[in-house]
């Protein structure tokens, strides 16, 4: 397995679009076509959300290639209060229609991580 980009990042709304900057730049070096980029930086985002509502204040994200490209987005540092959110059964819809191999991170029957794959 090839990293492509691993980073480390304060959870909140002004990191978002960096992120999503990010993601695309790394959809683009994986071959991902504009479809499946697009795809990828709302199943990033989505997981971001789940992550923080997680009670998470940080997060690491980890973009690799094996068959296509992998992402891992998990909960870094102290966890805080979880605040679950209505929104959570539809970050995980989307999640699961829009990418393949998602696979979530439990730590004492709390989510502590997703993982996911593009182009496989």
């Not at 930086?41 to 992998?70: N, P, Q, R, W, Y």
């Not at 995980?92 to 439990?106: D, I, N």
């Amino acid at each position: 397995m090839k990293t492509l980009l691993k980073i480390y990042v304060p959870l909140g709304s002004e990191i978002m679009t960096t992120l999503r900057l990010a993601t695309g730049g790394v959809c683009s070096l994986a071959g991902l076509d504009l479809d499946a980029s697009e795809d990828c930086k709302v199943c990033v985002t989505e997981s971001l959300l789940l992550v923080s509502h997680a009670g998470f204040a940080a997060a690491e994200i980890e973009f690799s290639e094996e068959d296509g490209l992998c992402v891992r987005v998990c909960g870094a540092g102290a966890r805080g209060e979880a605040k679950p959110a209505a929104e959570d059964e539809i970050s995980a819809a989307l999640l699961e229609a829009l990418a393949e191999g998602v696979r979530t991170e439990k730590e004492n029957a709390a989510l502590r991580g997703v993982s996911f794959k593009f182009g496989v």
